[in-house]
């Protein structure tokens, strides 16, 4: 009964706390996600190289706009689900601005410009753009779609704190090492 | 119903065992249910196109429920509808009697590459701007272009993407309408989408066969412009004729929407449309206003109505039953979609 209690309040507090993040505001009035990351010993010639290597593998939805020998600034976008356990649909799509730089050592990026297209389902069953013109996320709306609106907004960050996780680690991974492969483990019957 | 929904749970846990072991799509599952209430200022039902078809009642649209499911370049649709739009009004009804449901769409998809696929089974048309769903649609009343055209095509198709410009498609497939061929695999057709700038969609397309009142010929453009982030505009221009003088029809509607608040769009549609000549008979030809509001809600859109059709040929009824040149509704449909 006492664990039971525990785990309650623990997933009520995980609750809580899920519902407090949410993007910080930038100078211009945008949302904006901004980190900067202590990277030891990392040059910054490879840490560019590793940030274009994780952009090449996001190439169906990252495309590089610009760079030079210490930054890259790119355009990308992010699916919104509407998912429930293991199903569910894609209901729009995040587009964003991100800018990386780096130096020796450490390495910093931000994204923010981020728009929200809805989705809607077409005469196939798929669910496509409703626009090409995106809303700004933090837009202030009426009261009708505020609470659609706080929805968008909370999986919009799920969604940029997952990729921002994933950006983290591929910068932290030497590639060049190669992975030594276990050979696939067999079993015997033959012996007990 | 109770056989359809234990299958989608059984799907839905079978997918979430095999995602342990292999990176697939999840199912998707959504869908839509939509009711409405109809007023005909003649006090009977008069203006003939699909749908809301009853008179001072609160009714029934369908509840839709679709399944989609991708695995590596291989995917599936499956699309039914319950209720009277989804039943009989859909055409065809998957029963002998009205008490059924309807297919809208089942088909099997494969990208063979990025830029190429190919489509085989039961699909919603590539022809015209309405469709069955009224998710899809921002009236809830529809077209006589709608009404008048083909609803969905079972066929076999290939789509080739230039770019994200320039598409084209082109498939053979059954007659209109139906699952089962009545005439064989007897029209070809062809879809060619241009993207000009940023927000504007156009897609012309052909179908060429077996249809409606014999073999013939649509010619159909499908257009819209999100010319700014608060106003769109659409065009659906489309010409059929039946072989051997069996008549066709000809029309074309545009459709004007202005987002007024961040949960209200406003929209008209004027529609043109004619009937062909039969054996020297001359169709008749109609003119048709409509003017709709959305108001969305979450996954609720609120849809009042108001509608004005004329015809030259008296082919309404007044309220005492006389001929009139006039018909006139107020609806306000209520949909929601998940």
Known sequence: MKYGLLLIITLFSITLFAQQKQFATADDGKFIYYKVIDSQKISKDVLLKRAQDFVATQKKTIQTESQTDSSIVAKGKLIIDKTVLVVGHPSGEIMYNLTFEARDNKYRFWLTDFKFIPYQRDRYGNFVAVTNIGSPLEKKVDKLTAGEWKDIQAAAYLKVAKLVESLKKFLATDATVKKTSKPAETISTKKW | ??????????????????????????????????????????????????????????????????????????????????????????????????????????????????????????????????????????????????????????????????????????????????????????????????????????????????GGGGYGTIEDLTTSYQITSKFKLGLNAANYDIDNDGGGYAGAALYPQLAVADAVTLGLRGEYFKYKEVAGVAGDKYTAVTFTANIKSGGLTFIPEVRLDHSGNKPFVKENGMAAPNAGQFSLAAVYAF
């Open chain 2, 1 to 210: 119903m109770k056989k359809f929904l234990t299958a989608v749970f059984t799907m839905a846990s079978t997918t979430c065992a095999f995602a342990q072991e292999t990176p697939t799509s999840p199912l998707e599952i959504s869908g839509s249910v939509d009711t409405y209430f109809k007023y005909d200022f003649a006090k009977k039902p008069n203006i003939k196109t699909s749908f809301a078809s009853d008179h001072n009642s609160v009714s029934l649209g369908m509840i839709d429920l679709v399944l989609k499911k991708k695995t590596g370049k291989a995917s599936f649709v499956g699309e039914l509808s319950f209720g009277p739009r989804g039943q009989a009004q859909s055409i065809p009804n998957a029963a002998e009697d009205v008490s059924s449901f309807h297919i809208q769409n089942l088909y099997v998809n494969y990208d063979f590459t990025d830029k190429f696929s190919m489509t085989a089974g039961y699909m919603g048309t590539f022809i015209g701007y309405e469709v069955i769903s009224p998710v899809g649609n921002f009236n809830y009343s529809t077209s006589y272009l709608f009404t008048n055209g083909p609803f969905q095509n079972a066929g076999i198709k290939a789509t080739y993407k230039f770019s994200d410009k320039v598409s084209l498609m082109a498939g053979l497939f059954n007659d209109w309408n139906v699952y089962t061929a009545t005439r064989g695999v007897s029209s070809v057709g062809g879809q060619l989408m241009i993207a000009p700038v940023e927000g504007w969609t156009a897609y012309l397309n052909v179908l060429s066969g077996a």
